[in-house]
């Protein structure tokens, strides 16, 4: 069973920063990949970032390329996003997920299991 549990969501400024954690149960590092997705009310769930276990290789929404990093914390089984000058605009539920597909890591219909979210806000 994969388990994803996502926190460090909260209220801040714009320009200030936050670190999403999604931990995750062991089976889930034996995926292929896991991400993070984000979705504001009334939008489509978008794809923020991801990070593929064999090579290391880390994808990037270009609307967060360059602010906010992925990476792993393999002894501790958790995978986080440091966000960095957050605008008003990435206010949204922000996901963790994991899939076994090798081939889309942008689109959120290949990922197979999913955290329940947590809320993001910058206030302008």
């Known amino acids: 069973q994969v388990q994803l549990v996502e926190s460090g969501g909260g209220l801040v400024q714009a320009g200030g920063s936050l670190r999403l954690s999604c931990v995750a149960s062991?089976?889930?590092?034996?995926?292929?990949?896991m991400g993070w997705f984000r979705q504001a009310p009334g939008k489509e769930r978008e794809f923020v970032a991801a990070?593929?276990?064999?090579?290391?290789?880390?994808y990037y929404g270009d609307s967060v390329k360059g602010r906010f990093t992925i990476s792993r914390d393999a002894a501790n089984d958790t995978l986080y996003l440091q966000m960095n000058r957050l605008k008003p605009e990435d206010t949204a539920v922000y996901y963790c997920?994991?899939?076994?597909?090798?081939?889309?890591?942008?689109?959120?219909?290949?990922?197979?299991?999913w955290g329940q979210g947590t809320q993001v806000t910058v206030s302008s």
């Open positions: 990070f593929t276990w064999i090579g290391g290789r880390r």
């Open positions: 997920a994991a899939t076994s597909n090798v081939d889309d890591p942008v689109s959120y219909e290949k990922y197979d299991y």
């Open positions: 062991r089976r889930a590092f034996t995926t292929y990949r």
